[in-house]
T-cell receptor, first 114, second 114 residues
Framework: DQQVKQNSPSLSVQEGRISILNCDYTNSMFDYFLWYKKYPAEGPTFLISISSIKDKNEDGRFTVFLNKSAKHLSLHIVPSQPGDSAVYFCAASARTSGTYKYIFGTGTRLKVLA | NAGVTQTPKFRILKIGQSMTLQCTQDMNHNYMYWYRQDPGMGLKLIYYSVGAGITDKGEVPNGYNVSRSTTEDFPLRLELAAPSQTSVYFC?????????????FGPGTRLTVL
C-alpha cells in the first residue's frame, strides 16, 4: 500500500519555464511533507518542507503547495534551470512509537532542456 | 566536514554470504537511519537509531541487523544474503527528531546478490 505516490515517473521542461512536480498521499495523520532532490550516484539532498498546517512554503525558486482536502502537494520550480535536472522525491512524516518516520514516494525524474 | 560517509560504494555477494555496510557521520547527530531503494521505488526504512545504544526496526527489517555503539557509527549487517536484498542502501542522519527535520544522506552502497 503506497501511502505517498508520485504518479509521474518523468517530466521534461524547457529552461526558464515552470516545473511542477506532484505528490499525493493517503494518510491524513502525516505532520510534515518534504522534498528531496537526487543526482545520479549521490544520496538525496533536502530541498524544502511544509507543515501540514500550512498551505504554502517558499524558498527562492522553490515553492511547495499543500492541499489537505485533496491530500495533494506540489513543488514548483521557477525558473527551471538545467542544474535542476534530477530525481525529486516527495516524503511525508508521521510520529509513531515516539519517533518521526518518513515515507518516500517513488520519485519523478525532471529533465530541464537548455 | 565529510557529512555522512558510506563504505563500500559497490559490492557483489553470493547467496548466503554476509557483510557489513559501514556508515559514519561527523555532525554529532543523534538520529541515524538505514534505507534501501529498489529500482523504480521510493526509499524504505530498514532500521533507525535515536542515539548510541538505541535502535529500532523500520518498515523492512527482515534479514538485517544494526548496532549503534557510538554516536558516529551505524553499521548495517546482512546475514545470509538473498537476491531480494539486491538494492541501493542509503544511510542518513539528522540532528533532531522533528518531523520536518532535514536528513543528510550518504552517497549509497550498491549491493548485488547473485
Amino acid at each position: 500500500d503506497q501511502q505517498v505516490k508520485q504518479n509521474s515517473p518523468s517530466l521534461s521542461v524547457q529552461e526558464g519555464r515552470i516545473s511542477i512536480l506532484n505528490c499525493d498521499y493517503t494518510n491524513s495523520m502525516f505532520d510534515y511533507f518534504l522534498w528531496y532532490k537526487k543526482y545520479p550516484a549521490e544520496g538525496p539532498t533536502f530541498l524544502i518542507s511544509i507543515s501540514s498546517i500550512k498551505d504554502k512554503n517558499e524558498d527562492g525558486r522553490f515553492t511547495v503547495f499543500l492541499n489537505k482536502s485533496a491530500k495533494h502537494l506540489s513543488l514548483h520550480i521557477v525558473p527551471s534551470q538545467p542544474g535542476d535536472s534530477a530525481v525529486y522525491f516527495c516524503a511525508a512524516s508521521a510520529r509513531t512509537s515516539g519517533t518521526y518516520k518518513y515515507i518516500f514516494g517513488t520519485g519523478t525524474r525532471l529533465k530541464v532542456l537548455a | 566536514n565529510a557529512g555522512v560517509t558510506q563504505t563500500p560504494k559497490f559490492r557483489i555477494l553470493k547467496i548466503g554470504q554476509s557483510m557489513t555496510l559501514q556508515c559514519t557521520q561527523d555532525m554529532n547527530h543523534n538520529y541515524m537511519y538505514w534505507y534501501r531503494q529498489d529500482p523504480g521505488m521510493g526509499l524504505k526504512l530498514i532500521y533507525y537509531s535515536v542515539g548510541a545504544g538505541i535502535t529500532d526496526k523500520g518498515e523492512v527489517p527482515n534479514g538485517y541487523n544494526v548496532s549503534r555503539s557510538t554516536t558516529e557509527d551505524f553499521p548495517l549487517r546482512l546475514e545470509l544474503a538473498a537476491p531480494s536484498q539486491t538494492s541501493v542502501y542509503f544511510c542518513a542522519s539528522s540532528g533532531r527528531g522533528q518531523g520536518n527535520n532535514e536528513q543528510f544522506f550518504g552517497p549509497g552502497t550498491r549491493l548485488t546478490v547473485l
